[in-house]
């Protein structure tokens, strides 16, 4: 699976779209991009994935650059409640293991 | 309301013991994973199922081990032989659709040995 570089940690004003970025240049073209969230001590969190297209559902938006070697993962109106740990997953669909690798993902913070 | 979850929140034990960690989920997924989680640092996977009455060593298994007798269940039992196991543990089950296949995490337990 793609190796991801994504920024420590990030700040964002309540109410602000949370832009958080990830960086994957070596994506092969069957590895799909997945976004999780974990609010601390709980499960991570699934927030949406895609290949090549960008993806939005009630959560979140994704933007994958035509080149596909990055993306952006759009909260459009950050709460509180969405302080969390973000990771960007790289992987291959299916696969006989399917484990998931979590990096050390970007902190957000989002301020009142 | 469906869902993955884990029993118990938080588990104390005492060296030397062994302790069976719940996992059940109603999704009807086929594929069932544990997780643990150290602090500061990602995830790394245990063990996995895909199918009832089989499952695969992950890449730490050593001092664990689980059945899968259901495929709503998938519990994960710490030995004794597992030398450092306070950690957080996570289990996860799949759905498989053709965009992409996707893993659902439960709440989590947290082991700490006394």
């Known amino acids: 699976d793609a190796k991801t570089t994504q920024p420590p940690s990030m700040d964002c004003a309540e109410g602000r779209a949370a832009n958080l970025p990830c960086n994957h240049s070596t994506i092969s073209g069957n590895e799909y991009v997945y976004w999780y969230r974990q609010i601390h001590s709980q499960g991570p969190q699934y927030i949406i994935h895609g290949l090549k297209n960008n993806e939005t559902n009630e959560m979140a938006s994704l933007i994958i650059t035509e080149d596909r070697k990055s993306s952006t993962l759009i909260l459009p109106h950050a709460t509180l409640r969405d302080t969390a740990v973000y990771y960007c997953i790289v992987r291959a669909y299916g696969g006989a293991t399917n484990k998931l690798i979590f990096g050390t993902g970007t902190l957000l913070a989002v301020q009142p | 309301d469906g869902g993955i979850t884990q029993s118990p929140k938080y588990l104390f034990r005492k060296e030397g013991q062994n302790v069976t960690l719940s996992c059940e989920q109603n999704l009807n997924h086929d594929a069932m994973y544990w997780y643990r989680q150290d602090p500061g640092q990602g995830l790394r996977l245990i063990y996995y199922s895909q199918i009832v009455n089989d499952f695969q060593k992950g890449d730490i298994a050593e001092g664990y081990s689980v059945s899968r007798e259901k495929k709503e269940s998938f519990p994960l039992t710490v030995t004794s032989a597992q030398k450092n196991p306070t950690a957080f543990y996570l289990c996860?089950?799949?759905?498989?659709?053709?965009?992409?296949?996707?893993?659902?995490f439960g709440p989590g337990t947290r082991l700490t040995v006394l």
């Open positions: 996860a089950s799949r759905r498989t659709k053709g965009s992409g296949d996707t893993q659902y």
